[in-house]
């Protein structure tokens, strides 16, 4: 099966200019989640969406991002404006939600690597 | 609250060497455990996982069992190659996540 798919791999932009990121999930996969990893850090859970619904989004700081998942399908993830603190890998991941969310594995996208300057 | 504590690297073994990287965690209710690895140049994926208590999970020779009498679930191998370079991760749930070993393996 196709994998999680996310573009781009790499962005430069400056501190208060805006950015988005892309993901697809794998076909079939109902729960899709957002990840910032900063350097040295384990991956913090930014947002989770069930089919094209938010589930969790306690810890998206929501004065600067957002995330939409239209049709239940691909997402989007936007920051505006960017801050210095948000240079970081922006991982998207799927699962298929079988069973309850929390027992099922979670496949990962190659991640975005953003640098704010 | 919830959290997930890692052992700290990075670890350097030398091949067949028996490898240990420690995870404990807090957490309320019974929460699933995952072991999750990254190798060079690739993505995050599964390593293996379990979801209740005294489960064993294992995959490609390693193995963590669910401790919940001390709150443990600790990666193990018996004999490692180089090719398990990677940095290895514990997490609780999907939301919770340690910080990562990184783990050389050299000749």
């Known amino acids: 099966e196709a994998g999680v798919a996310q573009s781009p791999r790499y962005k430069i932009i400056e501190k208060r200019q805006s950015v988005a990121f892309w993901c697809n999930p794998i076909?079939?996969?109902?729960?899709l989640y957002w990840y910032q990893q900063i350097l040295g850090q384990g991956p913090k859970l930014l947002i989770q969406?069930?089919?094209?619904?938010?589930?969790?989004d306690s810890q998206l700081p929501k004065d600067r991002f957002s995330a939409e998942r239209l049709k239940g399908v691909d997402s989007t993830l936007k920051i505006q404006p960017a801050k210095l603190e948000d240079s970081a890998v922006y991982l998207c991941?799927?699962?298929?939600?079988?069973?309850?969310?929390?027992?099922?594995?979670?496949?990962f996208g190659n991640g975005t690597r953003l640098t704010v300057t | 609250g919830n959290s997930v504590t890692q052992m700290e690297g990075p670890v350097t073994l030398s091949e067949e060497a028996f490898l240990t990287i420690n995870c404990t965690y807090t957490?309320?209710?019974?929460?699933?455990l995952f072991w999750y690895v990254q190798y060079p140049g690739e993505g995050l994926q599964l390593l293996l996982k379990?979801?209740?208590?005294?489960d064993k999970g294992s995959n490609k020779g390693f193995e963590a069992t669910y401790r919940k009498e001390t709150t443990s679930f600790h990666l193990e191998k018996g004999s490692v190659q180089v090719s398990d370079s990677a940095v290895y991760f514990c997490?609780?749930?999907?939301?919770?996540f340690g910080t990562g070993t990184s783990l050389t393996v050299i000749p």
């Open positions: 379990a979801t209740k208590a005294d």
């Open positions: 991941a799927s699962s298929h939600g079988a069973g309850g969310t929390y027992n099922s594995p979670l496949h």
């Open positions: 076909s079939g996969h109902a729960t």
């Open positions: 969406f069930q089919n094209n619904g938010v589930v969790d």
């Open positions: 957490a309320t209710g019974y929460p699933s």
């Open positions: 997490a609780l749930n999907q939301f919770y």
